[in-house]
């Protein structure tokens, strides 16, 4: 599975951002984003099964983010609203073939680029 990030850019506090990630290849599991700021741990920020019956979020974007799929395009998208400074990272789509343990990093095989995200207060 190759993936392609898209999406990011320079947003004010408040505003919103979407990410697309496009699938090609054999379709996995699931899919999902994670973000990582330089010096700190890579963490989980959402996922989704390529059936769509299992959505799983970060505490910390829940209510804020919300992911969703498309199967026709092999597209998984991440609608990021209400952004916080905290939310500055760069952000990375990840696909599974595992239907286990969804929420962790080490289930996740094929990575895409990261695309940075920026907020500013």
């Known amino acids: 599975v190759q993936l392609q990030a898209s999406g990011g850019g320079l947003v004010q506090a408040g505003g919103s951002l979407r990410l697309s990630c496009v699938a090609s290849?054999?379709?996995?599991?699931?899919m999902g984003w994670f973000r990582q700021v330089p010096g700190k741990e890579r963490e989980f920020v959402s996922t989704?099964?390529?059936?769509?019956?299992?959505?799983y979020y970060a505490d910390s974007v829940l209510g804020r983010f919300t992911i969703s799929e498309d199967n026709a395009k092999n597209a998984v998208y991440l609608q990021m609203n209400s952004l916080k400074p905290e939310d500055t990272a760069y952000y990375y789509c990840?696909?599974?073939?595992?239907?286990?343990?969804?929420?962790?990093?080490?289930?996740?095989?094929?990575w895409g680029q990261g695309t940075l995200v920026t907020v500013s207060s």
């Open positions: 990840a696909a599974t073939e595992s239907p286990y343990n969804l929420t962790q990093i080490r289930m996740y095989k094929y």
């Open positions: 290849g054999h379709t996995p599991v699931a």
């Open positions: 989704i099964t390529w059936s769509g019956d299992r959505i």
